[in-house]
C-alpha cells in the first residue's frame, strides 16, 4: 500500500511550528513523524495532504491510481498494536476512535483525487472501531512523549560503533549507546545510558567534557558544544548546535543554543538562536500549573502540565542574558531583545524590546533569514520567501500567526 498524510482539525494546536511545516516533519525521539512511519511501513515514499502556502517549500507527493493506499493521521505515532490495526483494515474502511480517524485504506483513484483535492473524505468508508492509542493533542506533547520515543526508535536502528571515541570518554552502559559513522566522542565526556539511550547520529560531535544523561538523540552533523549538560529526554535535530545546560527539550534542525543558559521542556523550531546566557523558565514558583496561550483566541489556558518552557517557532531569536516566562510561545520570525520577561504570547514576526513589541518588517526578516541559512550552505527559495510574506500578511491583517 502507499502512504500517505493527513492533518485534521486540531492542526492549530501545533503552531506556531506547523505555521511553516506539515505536521508530519514534527520532530519527536530520533526522527519526524514521517520518518517512523516510512520506517514502521517500510515505504520508500510518501504523499500528503499539503496545505497552499506550503506548496514548493515541501512536497506533497502523488499516488498511483492502481495501487491501494493508506492514509495516517499525522498526529499519531506507529507502535506495533496500531500497525495490526491498519494492516488488517480492508479496502473501504477506516480506523476511528472517538471522532477522531486514525487511518484508513482506499482505492488509488479516490486517494488521488483526495490529494489533488486537498482534503481526504472518510464519511463513506466503513467505521473500524480502534480501543485508541496515544497520539499528539498540543504541542508540549513532543517533549513529554520524547523520551518514550526516543527509546522506541532506537530499538529500531542499527546499532553501531563507527564513530570515533576518545579513550578518555566515559560509556556507561554502553549496549544501550549507539555512534553512528563519521560522529565523534571528544575525551573526558560521558554517556550515561543507564536510564535510557544514546544515540549520537552520522556525522555529529560531542565536544570534551560534556555529560549526556539519557535517554538522548544527537542527530546527523549536530554539535554538543564543550562543557555541556543535556538530560534526560532531549533531542538535538541535525545540525544544531547546543551547549550550557538542557532537559527534555526538542530542537528541530539548524538551532544554536551554544552557550551557558538553561532550557527545559521546550520545543525549538528551525534556525533559531539563543543568545549567550538566556534561560527558560519551566516551573512556577508557586508550583501550579502552568497556563498557555491557545493560538488562534490568544487566550491563557491551563495546560494541566506543571512543567513548560518555551514553544518557539522558527527563525526566533533571543539577545544575550535574556529570560524567558514559562509558558511562552513565539511565532515565526521574532527577535526578543528584552532584559525583562517577555510577553508570553509573541505573535509572528515581532521585534521584542523593552516594555514595547513593534513589527518586524518582512524585507528585514527576510534579510536575516537569507545572511543565517548561507552559514549552512543553504539558499532562500522563492517559495520559501512565500511562505514567509503569507505569514507576515496573516500577521498583520487579523489572523493568528
Known amino acids: ?21 506539515p505536521l508530519d516533519d514534527l520532530r519527536i525521539g530520533i526522527f519526524t513523524i514521517a520518518e517512523k512511519w516510512r520506517r514502521a511501513l517500510d515505504e520508500d515514499s510518501f504523499s500528503r495532504i499539503l496545505r497552499t502556502n506550503l506548496s514548493g517549500t515541501f512536497k506533497g507527493g502523488s499516488i498511483d491510481k492502481g495501487d491501494s493506499c493508506v492514509w495516517i493521521n499525522s498526529r499519531y505515532l506507529p507502535n506495533d498494536q496500531l500497525l495490526k490495526e491498519i494492516d488488517n483494515l480492508s479496502e473501504g474502511t477506516c480506523l476511528q476512535s472517538g471522532e477522531d480517524v486514525i487511518a484508513a485504506h482506499t482505492d488509488g483513484a479516490s486517494s488521488q483525487q483526495w490529494l489533488e483535492e486537498g482534503t481526504p473524505d472518510f ?46 570518554a566515559s560509556l556507561l552502559k554502553e549496549g544501550e549507546i549507539t555512534v553512528c559513522e563519521d560522529a565523534e566522542i571528544e575525551a573526558q565526556t560521558v554517556l550515561d545510558a543507564r536510564e535510557g539511550p544514546i544515540y549520537i547520529g552520522p556525522g555529529a560531535s560531542v565536544l570534551v567534557g560534556s555529560v549526556l544523561r539519557g535517554p538522548v538523540a544527537v542527530c546527523e552533523n549536530a554539535i554538543i558544544k564543550a562543557g ?21 527539550t526538542v530542537f528541530h534542525s539548524y538551532s544554536n543554543k551554544a552557550h551557558r543558559g538553561y532550557i527545559g521542556n521546550s520545543v525549538v523550531g528551525q534556525w533559531c538562536n539563543f543568545g549567550s546566557g538566556t534561560t527558560v523558565s519551566n516551573l512556577k514558583t508557586n508550583y501550579g500549573n502552568v497556563r498557555v496561550a491557545d493560538w488562534e483566541t490568544g487566550i491563557d489556558e491551563d495546560s494541566g502540565e506543571q512543567f513548560i518552557g518555551i514553544m518557539m517557532g522558527d527563525h526566533c531569536k533571543t539577545a544575550i ?75 498583520y491583517h487579523g489572523h493568528p500567526a
Open 228 to 248: 555541556s549538560t543535556i538530560n534526560e529526554d532531549t533531542t538535538v535535530g541535525p545540525v544544531c548546535k547546543v551547549g550550557g545546560e538542557v532537559e527534555n
Open 1 to 21: 500500500m502507499q502512504l500517505c498524510f493527513f492533518e485534521d482539525e486540531k492542526l492549530t494546536n501545533f503552531h506556531p511550528l506547523t505555521l511553516t511545516r
Open 321 to 395: 542574558n535574556s529570560v524567558i516566562n514559562s509558558g511562552t510561545v513565539t511565532g515565526v520570525s521574532c527577535n526578543i531583545l528584552s532584559r525583562d520577561f517577555p510577553p508570553t504570547l509573541i505573535r509572528s514576526f515581532s521585534w521584542v524590546g523593552s516594555n514595547v513589541v513593534q513589527p518586524y518588517q518582512l524585507d528585514k526578516a527576510i534579510r536575516a533569514m537569507k545572511r543565517m541559512m548561507i552559514r549552512r550552505d543553504i539558499e532562500i527559495t522563492d517559495a520559501y520567501e512565500d511562505m514567509m510574506s503569507t505569514i507576515f500578511k496573516q500577521r
Open 123 to 168: 464519511s463513506n468508508l466503513l467505521v473500524v472501531q480502534s480501543m485508541g492509542y496515544e497520539c499528539l493533542e498540543h504541542l508540549w506533547d513532543l517533549f513529554q512523549m520524547n523520551g518514550r520515543s526516543i527509546k522506541d526508535d532506537f530499538e529500531h536502528i542499527q546499532h553501531v560503533r563507527k564513530g570515533s571515541i576518545s579513550l578518555d
